[in-house]
């Protein structure tokens, strides 16, 4: 019933169902129905399945829906979110009551989906809510952190030259560092056509935690604010834009936003 509506509703080139995998041999069966029975040309419109394994808690065992032993996405959510909002608290720094509400909503949205999605979608994986929400290791905490760094440098640079970051010209790279920045950037295509033909996302999250660490590497390597050579600063400062547009341009992608300062 859901194919025909689907076909009727969109007409689509692809139907994808995301399913515990245990689930498979299910939808073969419909998928098979489907284009036998003529609801769906296969010419026309491809039905995939995708699995994936179970969630499980500490314990190592399947978290059991039906037993009532779950809780409620509203309330994990919020939970999570309470839990950064005590962690920005203790950093201290100006930050208002509503900037620190902000910075927890998106950070703790970030730490749920960062790390169902980051994980290969048919393996079974832990549900460790103190890992998700570390702010170091592959983490989704990790990757806001790092573009929150690099909005702060080029928000300190346009305020100390009165240039537009944006306006910037990349140059030749100098240095390993620098090179292993603009390869890392240079496959942000391959990565996100992967992440597309094999229905995995968490080819994605590799790819945004590899080059968080080459922007990061760089960060530590590079005299960025205080290079005396004008033309060179400008060069560093485009590579980390550009850095900045494909970070974002990916967590757009996961369904989460950085906020404005961590």
Excluded: W
Aim: hydrophobic content about 35%.
């Amino acid at each position: 019933a859901t194919i025909v509506q689907r076909k009727a509703d969109f007409d689509p080139d692809r139907i994808i169902y995301v399913v515990d995998k245990r689930q498979e041999l299910h939808f073969v069966r419909v998928f098979r129905c489907a284009y036998k029975t003529g609801l769906i040309d296969k010419n026309k419109c491809s039905l995939e399945f995708v699995g994936f394994g179970t969630m499980n808690g500490k314990d190592g065992k399947p978290f059991k829906t039906r037993d009532g032993g779950v809780m409620r996405l509203e309330y994990l959510l919020g939970s999570v979110s309470d839990a950064i909002y005590q962690k920005v608290e203790s950093n201290g720094g100006n930050l208002t009551e509503a900037e620190m509400r902000d910075i927890a909503d998106k950070v703790g949205l970030a730490a749920i989906k960062y790390g169902d999605l980051s994980n290969q979608p048919y393996k079974d994986y832990i549900f460790d809510i103190d890992r998700f929400t570390a702010f170091e290791g592959n983490t989704g905490p990790y990757i806001l952190y790092t573009i929150v760094r690099i909005k702060s440098i080029l928000s300190k640079y346009q305020e100390k030259t009165g240039y537009d970051p944006m306006a910037a010209e990349l140059l030749p790279a100098q240095n390993q560092i620098e090179k292993d920045l603009m390869l890392q950037i240079s496959r942000f295509a391959d990565n996100i056509q992967l992440s597309y033909r094999d229905t995995q996302p968490n080819v994605l999250c590799a790819y945004i935690y590899d080059l968080c660490g080459a922007v990061n590497r760089f960060y530590h390597e590079t005299r960025i604010l205080t290079e005396t050579d004008e033309k060179r600063q400008q060069g560093y400062i485009a590579l980390i834009t550009l850095a900045k547009r494909v970070l974002e341009t990916c967590i757009d992608l996961l369904g989460f936003e950085a906020p404005e300062k961590m």
